[in-house]
């Protein structure tokens, strides 16, 4: 049997960290939101117990590295299938960019698992056993609108954002979270209005959504990466109606209602960035 799965992409309209954890990891707060940007991700039965991953994309690891393998590896184990599967991963998502790319396709690993190997759990025992893998992978689990709390893992349905087109630029580099998250002093960032972005999704405000995203480390990464600056600034210059960086980075996207603008801007970020997108917002 083989099962087709979309892994969409996610932005973060806001980011806060709170403190660091116990644990190692940090707190954090913040409200995010799937993008019409996807990876599809194709499962398929083995007569053998074993977990393949097959893709194209040189930036895609085929081991025990990849998210996706450790989401079939881990419902294996705690569900006690023999079964194995091929996961075949079409990327689209940039990788180390910010958009949980990996993170998405760990979730839809397990809702395609889910099904194909008649497991019957529900959204949030998928999404608990996701919380083991990374901190988006509970979000991506239940994809559309959500606050996140935790380490990224608790999580409350909020409605879609309204309606609008996101424009994403990455740069050419990478970002480590890590290195990202050990160059935060909590005492010194500038702290989000979670609170505020909430109740302007809520009541489908686009110009208060605009008006309050916020993301705790994009200084540290502007900091780290000029090259992200740069983006941010020219993406502001060309008429974006708000723009921000999303999750660790690097990828800069900015928010815009208007198809001749949303043109205007993706032909001028075209002229010295590779990967440029326009998509919508999914946000259900």
Not at 15 to 41: Q, S
Not at 123 to 141: K, Q, T
Not at 263 to 284: K, S, T
Request: overall charge negative; glycine content about 8%; some cysteine.
């Amino acid at each position: 049997m083989r099962l087709l799965m979309k892994a969409p992409a996610k932005i973060n309209l806001t980011l806060d960290v709170l403190g660091k954890r116990a644990d190692g990891y940090h707190e954090v707060e913040m409200v995010m939101t799937t993008i019409d940007l996807a990876d599809r991700i194709e499962l398929e039965n083995r007569d053998d117990s074993k977990i393949v991953i097959i893709s194209h994309s040189r930036f895609v690891p085929d081991d025990q590295r990849n998210l996706a393998f450790q989401a079939a590896r881990l419902l294996k184990d705690k569900c006690n299938i023999r079964q194995g599967v091929t996961i075949s991963i079409d990327k689209t998502i940039p990788v180390a960019a910010g958009l949980a790319g990996g993170s998405s396709d760990a979730a839809a690993t397990l809702r395609g698992l889910n099904t194909l190997w008649e497991l019957n759990l529900s959204m949030d025992e998928l999404a608990e056993i996701g919380s083991e893998i990374g901190s988006d992978v509970a979000f991506c689990v239940y994809g559309g609108t959500g606050l996140a709390r935790g380490r990224g893992e608790k999580i409350t349905k909020l409605p879609a954002p309204p309606s609008s087109w996101v424009i994403l630029a990455k740069p050419t580099i990478g970002v480590s979270t890590a290195d990202v998250y050990r160059n935060v002093n909590v005492n010194q960032i500038d702290h989000p209005n979670t609170e505020a972005m909430v109740n302007a999704i809520k009541n489908s405000q686009y110009e208060e959504v605009c008006r309050h995203l916020g993301n705790a480390l994009e200084k540290v990464t502007l900091q780290m990466y000029p090259e992200v600056l740069h983006i941010k600034e020219q993406m502001e210059k060309f008429g974006a109606d708000a723009v921000l960086m999303s999750g660790s980075g690097p990828t800069v996207f900015g928010l815009v209602q208007h198809d001749s603008r949303m043109q205007r801007i993706y032909n001028g970020l075209r002229g010295f960035c590779d990967q440029v997108f326009a998509v919508r917002m999914l946000g259900e």
